[in-house]
């Protein structure tokens, strides 16, 4: 099982300062690695697959880098929507997610 | 738009069974992989199952495998999973989820249903 590692758990920043995710994983992914957003209560959105392609409806203000085992999702200005728990996931293997950064309100 | 509607969840003993499903409109059904993933609460995302487009595959997490049964009906638009043999660990919310690609699945999950939540409780 290819495990997935987030940093931070938690993020406090202020809206319009950027945020920097990280998601390493425990063996080379490639570039199969996807970004969800979760607000309380919601089910999982995606934002980000292959690493760097935005999903439908995403904003630009989203965008996704890295390879084989260090990736980063990066919000370029924080908006206050965007306040929530973010996931990576990888399908080299059978799919698993990584434990969450939860982006907080500073 | 795109819509999955679960339902099936609720409260059920140890080693007992239930049936979740999950109807899907808005979309052409049958060109897509379809998946449940669950989420205990407080706790992350975990991918439980998927089912190709056509039935004709059908793959599951080690911590399910022999137990849960993922099914569907193109006819129906509906995705089930059949949840026996259910232990305390099992109690999460319940998604489905449609895949991103047609007709071969890639694992990454596109639209996401609301979740049905199942409690496994004596």
């Known amino acids: 099982e290819i495990v997935l590692t987030q940093s931070p758990a938690t993020l406090s920043l202020s809206p319009g300062e950027r945020a920097t995710l990280s998601c390493r994983a425990s063996q080379s992914v490639s570039s199969y690695l996807a970004w969800y957003q979760q607000k309380p209560g919601q089910a999982p959105r995606l934002l980000i697959y292959?690493?760097?392609n935005t999903a439908t409806g995403v904003p630009a203000r989203f965008s996704g880098s890295g390879s084989g085992t260090d990736f980063t999702l990066t919000i370029s200005s924080l908006e206050p929507e965007d306040f929530a728990v973010y996931y990576c996931?990888?399908?080299?293997?059978?799919?698993?997610f990584g434990g969450g950064t939860k982006v907080e309100i500073k | 738009q795109v819509q999955l509607v679960e339902s099936g969840g609720g409260v059920v003993q140890p080693g007992r069974s239930l049936r979740l499903s999950c109807t899907a409109s808005g979309f052409t059904f049958n060109n897509y992989g379809m998946h449940w993933v669950r989420q205990a609460p407080g706790k992350g995302l975990e991918w439980v199952a998927v089912i190709w487009n056509d039935g004709s595959n059908k793959y599951y997490s080690d911590p399910v495998k022999g137990r849960f049964t993922i099914s569907r009906d193109n006819s129906k638009n509906t995705v089930y999973l059949q949840m026996n043999s259910l232990r305390a660990e099992d109690t999460a919310v319940y998604y489905c989820?449609?895949?991103?690609?047609?007709?071969?699945?890639?694992?990454?999950?596109?639209?996401w249903g609301q979740g049905t939540l199942v409690t496994v409780s004596s």
């Open positions: 292959d690493v760097s």
């Open positions: 989820a449609r895949d991103i690609a047609a007709p071969r699945p890639t694992y990454f999950f596109g639209p």
């Open positions: 996931q990888q399908r080299a293997d059978w799919p698993t």
